[in-house]
């Protein structure tokens, strides 16, 4: 499985934006996908994660309520659209991919995208 994040950005705190994560390959659908993301100076971290149906969501404290994450699966992308943004989730956000079943661990990852650049201002 191939990765590819994109919709990084600067934006104002408070503002908006939508990560996506386009992956390739006929079998997306057995991948659990999460989102992670990594500050400077800080290690790699939890953000939220969805099951191969979208049926089950997870997401880190920090986000729950202004993140949602998201799948297509006839699209074979995921996404992370974040509200309310503030100057603390300025990150390298990443996608990743892992068979079967959600995990909100890092280490459980098989497949990792480039990671996307965001930066939120105060």
């Known amino acids: 499985v191939q990765l590819q994040a994109s919709g990084g950005g600067l934006v104002q705190a408070g503002g908006s934006l939508r990560l996506s994560c386009a992956a390739s390959g006929r079998t997306f659908s057995s991948y659990a996908m999460g989102w992670f993301r990594q500050a400077p100076g800080k290690e790699r971290e939890f953000v939220a994660a969805?099951?191969?149906?979208?049926?089950?969501?997870y997401y880190a404290d920090s986000v729950k309520g202004r993140f949602t994450i998201s799948r297509d699966n006839a699209k074979n992308t995921v996404y992370l659209q974040m509200n309310s943004l503030k100057p603390e989730d300025t990150a390298v956000y990443y996608c990743a991919a892992k068979y079967f079943r959600t995990s909100v661990s890092s280490a459980s990852y098989d497949y990792w995208g480039q990671g996307t650049l965001v930066t939120v201002s105060s």
């Open positions: 969805i099951s191969t149906g979208g049926g089950s969501t």
